[in-house]
């Protein structure tokens, strides 16, 4: 599954849970972000179970994603419930 995302759909995610569309330093986007990816990556998964390179990139992002959300819980806790709500990960 080599296909990247767009320039837009980029744009439109960090707009979305971001402070704007150019900014893709704030945490929650990139939380956002990974979680975009993780989910189009697990519905690539369960068509094709023997691609074990996208395998391997789904666990990295989700170690990232939990690094971000571990350090987002530590610092500021009422974000950390936002975006959790927002992405509703947890239940």
Do not use: W
């Not at 939380?31 to 975009?36: E, K, T, V």
């Not at 992002?61 to 927002?86: Q, T």
Request: hydrophobic fraction near 30%; charge should be positive.
């Amino acid at each position: 599954m080599a296909t990247y995302l767009s320039k837009e759909k980029k744009e439109e995610i960090f707009g979305q849970y971001g402070k704007g569309p150019k900014d893709s330093g704030s945490i929650e986007g990139q939380i956002a972000l990974f979680s975009y990816r993780i989910k189009e990556l697990s519905s690539h998964l369960n068509d094709n179970k023997k691609d074990h390179s996208c395998r391997r990139t789904l666990l990295t992002l989700v170690g990232k994603r939990k690094r971000l959300l571990k350090y987002l819980a530590a610092n500021d806790i009422s974000r950390y419930r936002a975006i959790i709500e927002k992405l509703n990960l947890r239940k």
